[in-house]
C-alpha cells in the first residue's frame, strides 16, 4: 500500500498522488504528449468540488505535478467521446 498526498485545487477538485506500483506497467511513463520522462508516481483526479463534477475520474502516469495537472486539464475539457 502506496501513501498517498492529496492537494485541494483552487476549483474545489482534488489531485491525488501515489508511488506507481511495481506491478502497474501501463504507467511506466509520462501521459503528457511530447514527454519520454519515465514515471514513478501516478496522480489521480476527484472533480466532485468542482461545479459539474462527476467524482472520483481515475489514475494518469505524470513525470511531476505541473505534467499531472495538463494532463487532467486537457481531460476534463475534452469532450466525450
Do not use: N, Q
Request: aromatic residues 12%; proline residues 5%.
Amino acid at each position: 500500500m502506496s501513501k498517498l498526498f492529496s492537494t485541494t485545487l483552487a476549483d474545489g477538485s482534488e489531485l491525488v498522488r501515489m508511488v506507481r506500483p511495481f506491478s502497474w506497467d501501463d504507467y511506466r511513463w509520462c501521459a503528457e504528449p511530447g514527454c519520454d520522462k519515465p514515471c514513478t508516481s501516478i496522480y489521480g483526479m476527484d472533480d466532485r468540488g468542482r461545479a459539474g463534477g462527476v467524482g472520483w475520474i481515475g489514475w494518469r502516469a505524470a513525470c511531476g505535478r505541473k505534467h499531472a495537472l495538463s494532463i487532467w486539464a486537457r481531460e476534463l475539457t475534452e469532450p466525450a467521446s
